[in-house]
């Protein structure tokens, strides 16, 4: 089982860039379950909010950081200090070509976008997942959640979809009223145990 952080929103340096709701985020690193050794990547790393809760779990092991966009590479350098997460390894540039500097089998891997190459993604992810390794996928959209259940039932086992809605209190007139965050479409998978 991942041992989570949970580190709340404001602990994060941010800008423009999205970032995965501390709800999802912890939601999502114990549907991993990382282990401390693990080798996890983050695809599509944004602000680096998946990033930072990865490297707590894996807190002997490695996390790639995989970013195309220049402005959510200079925020996750700054979590990466901020959190002193010193085996973060960041990976500019657009996944799948991205990939080709990871030299190793990996555990884990999150999607947090595809880039227009969905595909392409989870093909890397079955030749560099070890055997018993798991692909953990978040969409906002329909269509994403569609295509990802599609490829996730061809290329691994045990294939879970589920859609969360996150709902929090904030405070008017003295009273409470919940504000819906957009809805996340989770899949999970599992590389074969050969």
């Given at each position: ?136 996928a978040n969409f906002v ?54």
């Amino acid at each position: 089982m991942s041992k989570i952080a949970g580190y709340k929103d404001e602990a994060y340096i941010r800008g423009k860039a999205p970032m995965t709701k501390r709800e999802i985020r912890i939601l999502t690193i114990s549907l991993l379950g990382i282990n401390p050794g693990d080798v996890v990547v983050d695809i599509g790393a944004g602000t680096g909010g998946l990033t930072m809760e990865a490297a707590y779990a894996a807190d002997h092991g490695k996390v790639y950081a995989v970013e195309a966009k220049e402005t959510a590479l200079e925020l996750v350098k700054k979590n990466k200090e901020h959190f002193n997460a010193n085996h973060v390894v960041i990976i500019p540039g657009k996944a799948p070509e991205a990939l080709a500097e990871i030299k190793e089998p990996v555990d884990r891997v999150i999607i947090g976008g595809s880039g227009g190459n969905m595909e392409g993604l989870f093909q890397w992810c079955k030749a560099n997942l070890r055997a018993g390794g798991r692909v953990i996928a978040n969409f906002v959209t329909l269509e994403n959640a569609a295509q990802a259940t599609t490829l996730m039932n061809q290329y691994f086992e045990n294939v879970e979809l589920v859609q969360v809605g996150i709902s929090r209190g904030e405070g008017i007139g003295g009273l409470t009223m919940l504000k819906a965050a957009n809805p996340i479409f989770i899949i999970t998978g599992d590389a074969e145990l050969n």
